[in-house]
């Protein structure tokens, strides 16, 4: 039972290249998360999902795109990477009955 | 617009000692109160929680104390100890997506 993973866990994106980050989780969750954290601010929303074949906007969804092609899987896109991304993202995952976020490890991006 | 204001920034505590972690909010549609624990380069994992129909929730040395009408809870870590020192996140949820709107976040050291 891995819980939620994160790939990959570091990268370094020039300015204008697009990317995909994957979440995987294995709690059966129906609902998915992306937050990125950035020094004094906590962690913000992206993206969020309900269910598969679901997303909705977080808090600062410019930039981002993601999908929910299988409940298992969380997907979050830049196409176009800027130096204001250069964040760490996390992935978090919860059921239906429980209101506990469960965090994957992070994945720690700059953009250059 | 922050709807989470946590403080203090950074709280330094004798081993022992209570250390306290204040937060306010202002979306009054809040009903779950999480905090978070985060340790260096991990993701956040839920410390304790506590729902507006009680004034405070108790897990070993660890207590929420909850002020409905002042908007505001708090994090009491007794007994402070060095493996303790993290960084906490308070947040705060409402609605079935359950997506969290976290403070800014709190460095806590616990010096032996």
């Known amino acids: 039972n891995a819980g939620v993973t994160q790939t990959p866990k570091f990268r370094v994106l020039k300015t204008g290249q697009s990317m995909t980050l994957l979440c995987a989780q294995d709690?059966?969750?129906?609902?998915m998360y992306w937050y990125r954290q950035d020094p004094g601010m906590g962690l913000r929303l992206i993206h969020y999902s309900v269910g598969e074949g679901t997303t909705a906007k977080g808090e600062v969804p410019d930039g981002y795109n993601v999908s929910r092609l299988k409940k298992q899987n969380f997907l979050l896109g830049l196409e176009s990477a800027a130096p204001s991304q250069t964040s760490v993202y996390f992935c978090?995952?919860?059921?239906?009955?429980?209101?506990?976020?469960?965090f994957g490890p992070g994945t720690r991006l700059t953009v250059l | 617009q922050q709807q989470v204001k946590q403080s203090p920034q950074s709280l330094i505590v004798q081993k022992g000692g209570i250390s306290i972690i204040n937060c306010a909010y202002e979306n009054t549609a809040f009903d779950y109160f999480p905090w978070y624990q985060q340790f260096p380069g991990k993701g956040p994992a839920l410390l304790i929680a506590?729902?507006?129909?009680?004034s405070e929730k108790k897990e070993g040395r660890f207590t929420i104390s909850f002020n409905k009408s002042a908007k505001q809870f708090s994090l009491h870590i007794m007994d402070s100890q060095p493996g303790d020192s993290a960084t906490y996140f308070c947040?705060?949820?409402?609605?079935?997506?359950?997506?969290?709107?976290f403070g800014s976040g709190t460095q806590l050291t616990v010096l032996p």
């Open positions: 978090a995952s919860s059921g239906t009955t429980d209101n506990e976020q469960f």
């Open positions: 506590i729902r507006p129909d009680v």
């Open positions: 947040a705060a949820s409402y609605g079935s997506a359950r997506q969290l709107t």
């Open positions: 709690m059966n969750h129906e609902y």
